[in-house]
């Protein structure tokens, strides 16, 4: 019997301790004020006359913008270009691979200086109080299917498995704007990695992979088999997010970018990249 | 979203998380019990292929396992990813979790003093006899403090099926993470994995009382 009533007792401390801890999750104050306070220790890093280096946070996994390249080293359009960036201010320049589905919390925490990986400017970004630079490139979300699917519109897809990336407007958009169309959709899949979302459409495990149009063309170029269904599914642009309170850096990186549009390098730095369309570069309009 | 919509929306994976805890259980633990009998074999060609099981199983991350069960078919041999993600992830974790079950079952056996096979011996128990009606008991009573370990981790490791896009629990409450911007989901997800355990800690606990019979 009183083996009995300690157990009844620590069963229900460790009822009131599981709530007492969702409790003080769920009381927003709470919990905006220690971002707050890490968002405040963020800003002390001083003035940015002094900065030395900079540490750009990037998807490793997403070709065209940012990728590992054959040499091992990371690479991409936005690589590159951050590169240019640090090289006309004298910054050093490091890379920091986010895990994308955790970037902001990252960038928050000063892993890296800003998020800058084909990354789509959304509205709750702002909200949230991050420094979102001007957007540089007009993106659209589109399906990826392989050839001889029969597959022409998102129509078809009634009732197939979709696979898209955590983390990305892709998802975002299937919860949001396009709930209507996903809610056809059979199953929507996230993945951890473009690169496994277009595994599980090669191996016959979904039917389709929205995505971003530059990274369907990056693979329809590099693989056969595969069609982009030609349908605007969403329009967006991508930016750079730096942390709230960092305007006087993200001035400095995009007065950087406007002396590279102007010198050429931007151009040049976009020239390499075929699968970025030069009509969606916003500078080169 | 509130956290009442939080935890509703994380408890509709709970379902997926529980499917790959208790199939996995179903079946690692009788395939460890092969593995360690093979292991235990006196041929020394089975007896080596399941010390190699053991060895490759054990050395490789779960993770690992996990992506190659799922995508190798598919890259070795052309064979389609698995719609039903429940099959490679159960697959990978009960060849994972037979190899550790198998160790701490050898543990078990080697521990049973010979005295007692040659009691039963004496007393005219056939092999099988012995084995099902003496040593097992003992055996399992005790080898419970170690399972009960690995089971607690099996609990936890269920978070690793997210690799292969598998939408158990924590799955959800990353996709809720992220479009909310919350930390709260994760809070969640923690107290599911404690109140989980705790659970399992509970039945094994009765469980090994029950057994206590067989205390030497």
């Not at chain 1, 691979?97 to 892993?111: R, T």
């Not at chain 1, 200086?113 to 959304?122: E, H, K, P």
Request: proline share 3%; charged share 20%; glycine share 8%.
């Amino acid at each position: 019997m009183k083996k009995r009533v300690t157990a009844l007792i620590l069963a229900v401390i460790t009822v009131m301790l599981a709530f007492s801890l969702a409790g003080c999750g769920g009381k927003g104050g709470e919990e905006s004020s220690t971002k707050e306070k890490i968002k405040n220790e963020s800003v002390s890093y001083g003035s940015e006359e002094s900065r030395t280096s900079f540490t750009m946070g990037i998807d490793p996994e997403y070709p065209p913008f940012s990728y590992m390249g054959d040499d091992g080293e990371y690479t991409g359009f936005d690589v590159e270009v951050c590169k240019a960036v640090c090289d006309y201010l004298g910054w050093d320049f490091e890379v920091f691979g986010v895990n994308w589905d955790q970037k902001l919390i990252q960038l928050d925490a000063g892993e890296c200086d800003c998020v800058w990986s084909g990354m789509t400017i959304l509205d709750s970004m702002k909200e949230s109080g991050y420094v979102i630079s001007r957007p540089y490139f007009d993106n659209e979300q589109v399906l990826l299917v392989k050839a001889g699917s029969g597959f022409k519109s998102s129509k078809d897809l009634a009732g197939k498995d979709v696979a898209v990336q955590l983390g990305t407007s892709g998802e975002s958009l299937l919860n949001e704007d396009l709930a209507d169309l996903a809610a056809t959709f059979g199953n929507v899949i996230t993945c951890d990695s473009f690169l496994k979302c277009f595994t599980e459409l090669e191996g016959n495990a979904v039917d389709a992979v929205f995505v971003d149009r530059p990274v369907a063309d990056s693979y329809v170029a590099e693989h056969d088999g595969f069609v982009i269904i030609d349908e605007d599914l969403g329009a967006e642009q991508y930016g750079i997010a730096f942390r709230s309170g960092d305007t006087q850096l993200c001035a400095l990186v995009e007065g950087a970018i406007d002396a590279l549009v102007a010198d050429g390098t931007y151009a040049e730095i976009a020239a390499k990249y075929e699968d970025i369309d030069e009509g969606n570069l916003i500078f080169l309009k | 979203m509130t956290l009442l919509n939080i935890i509703v929306k994380m408890s509709e994976g709970l379902g997926k998380t529980c499917a790959i805890f208790f199939l996995t259980l179903l079946f690692a633990i009788p395939l460890g019990m092969i593995v360690a009998s093979l292991r235990g074999s006196r041929f020394k060609v089975i007896s080596a292929v399941a010390r190699a099981y053991i060895s490759i199983l054990r050395g490789t991350p779960l993770m690992l396992q996990l992506i190659a069960v799922t995508y190798g078919p598919y890259y070795l041999f052309g064979f389609s990813v698995s719609r039903n993600k429940l099959i490679p992830v159960v697959i990978a974790f009960t060849i994972n979790y037979a190899s550790y079950f198998a160790e701490i079952y050898r543990s078990g056996l080697d521990s049973m003093p010979v005295g007692q096979y040659e009691a039963a011996q004496v007393l005219g128990y056939s092999k099988m006899q012995t084995y099902f009606k003496i040593i097992l008991p003992q055996v399992i009573r005790r080898i419970l403090p170690s399972l009960t370990n690995e089971i607690v981790t099996l609990v936890k490791d269920t978070s690793m099926a997210f690799t292969v896009s598998y939408q158990e629990m924590f799955t959800i409450g990353k996709q809720i993470a992220n479009s909310q911007t919350s930390f709260v989901p994760f809070v969640v997800a923690g107290v599911f994995y404690y109140v989980f355990n705790a659970l399992v800690g509970f039945v094994m606990g009765r469980v090994e009382k029950r057994m206590s019979y067989y205390k030497i």
